[in-house]
């Protein structure tokens, strides 16, 4: 993480407890959680340069409970917005794959004849525009 988006965020982190242990370093954990993200490994493959990967993992879970990620994730988008450096195009993918017709279902047991199906959370489409 650079310098200068450390100090924006920075404030934004909870202070350390009053009572209890004294917590690592915000920055270094910080950075550990990205690392984490960004590689998507496991947490106890995380680097020793982090910390421990159990402190890391215990302070990603708080401040995604808490709020805090929601708290810097605003007040990025809001600055960055503010100085133009966000571009809010939408694009949506209205993609459809089939399901092949075996995936409704299976018979009921004892059902050899097939007339009546188990319905199964796959339906048949009506092509498009089918509800």
């Not at 934004?12 to 959680?33: E, S």
Request: glycine share 12%; net charge positive.
């Amino acid at each position: 993480m650079t310098d200068a988006a450390w100090r924006r965020i920075e404030p934004l982190l909870p202070a350390q407890p009053a009572r209890g242990g004294r917590w690592a370093d915000h920055r270094t954990v910080l950075n550990g959680i990205l690392w984490k993200l960004a590689t998507g490994a496991p947490w106890r493959d995380l680097p020793e340069r982090y910390g421990n990967w159990k402190t890391v993992y215990e302070r990603y879970r708080r401040w995604a409970a808490d709020g805090t990620f929601d708290a810097i994730l605003t007040h990025v988008q809001v600055h960055d917005d503010s100085v133009g450096r966000i571009d809010w195009t939408v694009s949506f993918d209205s993609t459809i794959v089939r399901a092949h017709q075996h995936a409704a279902g299976a018979r009921k047991k004892g059902n050899r004849a097939g007339r009546t199906r188990h319905r199964g959370a796959v339906r048949r489409s009506g092509g498009p525009g089918a509800g």
